[in-house]
């Protein structure tokens, strides 16, 4: 690569990687409710993460959970070539939460949480597009997943939202967006 400058000069040739793959944005809904006390809860569910399993010996500052390369998150998902509209990326929310916790949600129900971000601007031009929505526990049903390999067997788990923060303050949730989504949805329901 080179850069251009605005004056027109440009930079000494250098090597940049880069990951590129066909679907690049992704959705991130926070699916809530609230329990018998009161409390504000949200699903969370277990997904395998291979490049955090690979993580080579050298490369550690410190040493590793034994459980790393399994994360706790938010249900997340790709968006679809025939997803990539305003309309099309509430679909992919919707879809993603029946096949990642089991709840079928019309995609007007679901309210954006904050502006898109890009988790990981220095290798990847993916944009997270966040959401939210409040349902009922009563009405989840199995999920659908995806077929991947990576989607089955997870483990779903509920807690009360401020439990799920402490946790990410502590590291014990390691996933930025999911981090990022909660705070989120703590301020979105704060208002």
């Keep these: 690569m080179r850069l251009q400058y605005a004056d027109g000069a440009q930079s000494e040739p250098f090597v940049y990687d880069t990951i590129a793959r066909d679907a690049l944005d992704a959705v991130v809904v926070a699916a809530h409710y609230q329990d018998g006390e009161g409390r ?3 699903y969370l569910r277990t997904a395998v993460r291979p490049p955090l399993r690979l993580r080579p010996m050298e490369v550690r500052p410190f040493p590793e959970k034994a ?65 939210h929505v409040e349902v009922s526990p009563e009405r989840r049903e199995t999920p659908s997943e995806d077929g991947s390999v990576l989607e089955q067997r997870a483990t779903i788990a509920t807690l009360p939202l401020s439990e799920a923060i402490r946790l990410a303050a502590m590291g014990e949730l390691e996933d930025s967006k999911t981090e990022l989504a909660l705070r989120r949805l703590v301020d979105a329901l704060s208002c």
């Design 40 to 42: 504000r809860c949200v």
């Design 67 to 131: 459980t790393l390369g399994v994360l706790w998150e938010l249900p997340a998902g790709l968006v679809e070539a025939d997803e990539c509209s305003i309309a099309g990326v509430r679909r992919c929310a919707a879809r993603e939460l029946g096949e990642e916790l089991g709840f079928v949600v019309s995609p007007d129900e679901l309210v954006p949480l904050g502006p898109s971000t890009f988790p990981l601007p220095g290798a990847i031009g993916e944009r997270h597009h966040f959401f």
